[in-house]
């Protein structure tokens, strides 16, 4: 439980610094977001004093003030759910829009990395059984080649072909217009039907990596004393790949898969610029283009916060699984 705790205080500290660095990134933004906002009200022919209040209600803090407590202002905003107004949204609040869009991130993110982790595990498993032979050689040549590949380009290769090409699938949007989003199956069948090229451009682009880290735990498995005393005591070998082996070799995957957890909510940005889907990667591009300080602020205080906690938690549940690391 201490452990658990001192895990949970770091993570805050971690958070609490992204925040911060957030905040004073966006303001050394060359051309200073806050000023060109008031200067813009200013031309529309808002008085000075209305344009100071209203770029203040769009950031959450007071531009008059001293910077040390526009921080404070922004943090205590912060702790509130307070991430500010939408610049380019017609002055919605920030929260309602990622509150929007994430849900979309999730849907593809974890999906593809469910999937990948699930297909990876399994060549893996199945190259290290069948280590040195045509199989084997197989999958470790073809994983090999495709983790060097970035996901971007995964999805611009699936985007002309399937989708331009050969117009198998939507080239972007999350659901057919002529659908009535709800607990519905034609509206369930397409947002799965939109989501296949997104979801497809992460298994292709992580499900290597997961055969190749899968294979290497199993090989160091296999090789363990235990596995050839249980091979000597003539056990059977489905009862040592079940209870020995797999259990063993999950371990290490079960770590790369918290951070992988985390880090492909940042990763889905180019799928979702590539595909116009409407998640929360795609989102934080327009708010860049459109210089959307507000917006930018809390998309990627999110985005690298889903990182940190994926951390805490997989940190914190990894002793549960494994008893030596207790």
Do not use: H
Request: overall charge positive; aromatic content about 10%; charged content about 10%.
């Amino acid at each position: 439980m201490k452990r658990i705790i001192a895990r949970l205080a770091v993570g805050l500290v971690q958070v609490f610094a992204v925040a911060t660095l957030t905040f004073f990134l966006i303001k050394a933004m060359p051309g200073n977001p806050q000023t060109q906002m008031v200067g813009e009200l200013m031309q529309r022919g808002v008085s000075e004093v209305d344009a100071q209040r209203q770029a203040a209600a769009l950031f959450g803090y007071n531009l008059d003030a001293s910077p040390v407590q526009q921080f404070v202002d922004y943090m205590i905003g912060l702790s509130q759910g307070n991430l500010g107004i939408s610049v380019t949204n017609s002055g919605q609040p920030v929260a309602m829009l990622i509150a929007q869009a994430v849900p979309w991130t999730v849907f593809i993110a974890s999906t593809g990395l469910l999937l990948s982790f699930a297909i990876g595990a399994a060549l893996g498993a199945i190259s290290a059984y069948r280590r040195g032979r045509r199989l084997d050689r197989i999958i470790t040549l073809g994983a090999s080649l495709l983790n060097g590949i970035p996901q971007y380009l995964t999805a611009i290769v699936l985007f002309f072909l399937l989708a331009i090409v050969l117009p198998l699938f939507p080239a972007g949007g999350a659901y057919s217009s002529s659908t009535d989003p709800g607990f519905n199956l034609p509206f369930l069948l397409s947002v799965l039907y939109f989501g296949v090229l997104p979801i497809l451009s992460i298994v292709i682009s992580s499900f290597a990596g997961w055969v190749l880290t899968m294979k290497a735990s199993t090989v160091g498995v296999l090789g363990e004393d235990y596995i050839m005393a249980a091979r000597a005591m003539a056990i059977k070998d489905r009862t040592i790949i079940g209870s020995y082996v797999a259990r063993n070799a999950m371990l290490p995957m079960f770590t790369v898969f918290g951070l992988a957890l985390g880090a492909v909510f940042g990763g889905a940005v180019f799928v979702e610029t590539v595909f116009n889907y409407p998640g929360l990667g795609r989102l934080f591009i327009d708010a860049t283009s459109s210089r959307d300080a507000p917006l930018m602020m809390g998309c990627f205080l999110l985005l690298t916060t889903s990182v940190i906690i994926a951390n805490v938690i997989t940190d914190s549940l990894y002793s549960r699984l494994d008893p030596r690391i207790r």
